[in-house]
């Protein structure tokens, strides 16, 4: 099955500066990658998605970029603040009808990020 | 607005209990999760479901069984609770999808005690 692995496991940046998370994934038929912010004491909520047919997408201040290749995918968060301060989660999902395991999400272990003002 | 609502916020049962934690969506979704997250796991799928009385094992499902009679109700049972069951339970919605989004839905969450 689909493996996500996530780095880093913590993050602390200064107000103002970007941040940047990475996850790579095992499985190449995998097409779908979402991330995910969880605020402390809330439910996770996504915050930007990316098929496999596209390199790059951003949504003002966070973008996601897919290298399929490498299989990896980051999430930028530039000019922080402190309202993104959370634990982000991303993931990965295999083509539907694929097979076992098609409708599942499979997720990294998460980033705790922290913006310091 | 989609709303995923679960029976409980918290819940405090002794070992050896049965345990129903219930899970409703309103937005006619044809796939249901239940996930647990602990510190520093992340979220792992206990079970799914992509229709009704459908049910598909996750990474780890041993302890617990689904029931999904109802297409906006997906419940989990911890048929005899343990302490290692001690843990978040977020169950989750989405639509199937090919292309755009697969949004999952979350609900807020069951805080579960075991003891």
């Known amino acids: 099955g689909e493996n996500v692995e996530q780095h880093p496991s913590t993050l602390s940046v200064q107000e103002g500066d970007s941040a940047v998370i990475k996850c790579t994934y095992s499985?190449?038929?995998?097409?779908?990658f979402p991330w995910y912010k969880q605020e402390l004491g809330k439910r996770p909520q996504l915050i930007i998605d990316i098929r496999s047919n596209v390199g790059e997408k951003k949504d003002q201040r966070i973008a996601v970029t897919l290298n399929k290749t490498a299989k990896h995918f980051s999430l930028h968060i530039t000019e922080t603040q402190p309202e993104d301060s959370a634990v982000y989660f991303c993931a990965a999902l295999p083509p539907l009808y694929s097979g076992a395991g098609s409708y599942q999400l499979t997720f990294g272990k998460g980033t705790k990020l922290s913006v310091i003002p | 607005d989609v709303k995923v609502t679960q029976s409980s916020r918290y819940l405090v049962k002794r070992t050896g209990e049965k345990v129903f934690l219930e899970c409703v969506q309103d937005m006619d979704h044809e796939n249901m999760f239940w996930y647990r997250q602990d510190p520093g796991l992340g979220l792992r799928l206990i079970y799914f479901?992509?229709?009704?009385?459908?049910?598909e094992k996750g990474d780890i499902p041993e302890g617990y069984s689904v029931s999904r009679e109802k297409k906006e109700r997906f419940s989990l049972i911890l048929e005899s609770a343990s302490t290692n069951q001690t843990s978040m339970y977020l169950c989750a919605s989405s639509e199937l999808r090919e292309t755009g989004s697969n949004e999952q839905f979350f609900g807020p969450g069951t805080r579960l005690t075991v003891l």
């Open positions: 479901s992509y229709d009704v009385k459908m049910k």
């Open positions: 499985d190449s038929a995998s097409n779908y």
